[in-house]
């Protein structure tokens, strides 16, 4: 079997800083995906990567950069934090894509004060 | 477009008893849907999955799903709820050819005793 690593746990920010998720796989997937969960809501997509060096903007793509340089690795960058912003950022791979099972990390809870 | 409806935000069940909870989804082909489940403070894990076959889909931890394309609906069951059940469950959708998954809001389920 194998996991999906999300760090940090916890993320604590202050308005306007630029702050880095980081996501690591190794399932040996091709596809991973980064999404948003706010309390009380489903998962937004924000960015998604089918291959290494592949981006591909999700719903919710403004405000945030993502960067694949290796095949397990996917990052995520908050560009400019907003003030009072909280929520779980959900880091997940799968083999393809289309139909496939995603796996998903435990999440980094995001704070901004 | 797709789109995914969960019409029950909370869920609460006295345990023993049986379970439905609901999913509509709306997709002019033929859709990838899944159930995962989220327990606290950890990520998502899959359910059950299906695409063509068995409208019925069995699951793990006794979970069963059935796929109305009449209806477009693909709602989750459960025999027995256990006290461990308690979660929140979240219906998906994947479109064919597409890499995108369309979440629905979630339902929170609550088992009591």
């Known amino acids: 079997g194998g996991i999906i690593t999300q760090t940090p746990k916890f993320l604590i920010g202050q308005e306007g800083q630029k702050l880095t998720l980081k996501c690591q796989q190794n399932?040996?997937?091709?596809?991973m995906y980064w999404y948003r969960q706010d309390s009380g809501k489903g998962l937004r997509l924000i960015y998604y990567s089918i291959t290494e060096n592949d981006l591909q903007k999700g719903d919710l793509s403004e405000g945030y950069d993502a960067s694949r340089e290796k095949k397990s690795s996917f990052s995520l960058t908050v560009t400019s934090a907003q003030k009072n912003e909280m929520a779980v950022f959900l880091c997940?791979?799968?083999?393809?894509?289309?139909?496939?099972?995603?796996?998903f990390g435990p999440g980094t809870r995001l704070t901004v004060l | 477009a797709q789109s995914v409806t969960q019409p029950d935000a909370r869920v609460t069940v006295s345990e023993g008893a049986s379970l439905q909870l609901r999913c509509k989804y709306s997709y002019s082909g033929t859709p990838y849907l899944f159930w995962y489940v989220q327990y606290p403070r950890q990520g998502l894990q899959l359910l059950l999955k299906?695409?063509?076959?068995?409208?019925v889909v069995q699951g793990v931890n006794g979970f069963e799903a059935e796929f109305s394309k009449s209806n477009s609906s693909f709602h989750l069951r459960k025999a027995s709820v256990h006290w461990s059940d308690s979660a929140v469950y979240f219906c998906?959708?994947?479109?064919?050819?597409?890499?995108?998954?369309?979440f629905g809001a979630g339902t929170r389920l609550k088992v009591i005793a």
């Open positions: 399932f040996n997937h091709d596809t």
């Open positions: 998906v959708l994947s479109a064919t050819g597409n890499y995108k998954y369309v």
């Open positions: 997940a791979s799968s083999i393809v894509g289309t139909g496939d099972e995603q796996y």
């Open positions: 299906y695409y063509s076959g068995d409208p």
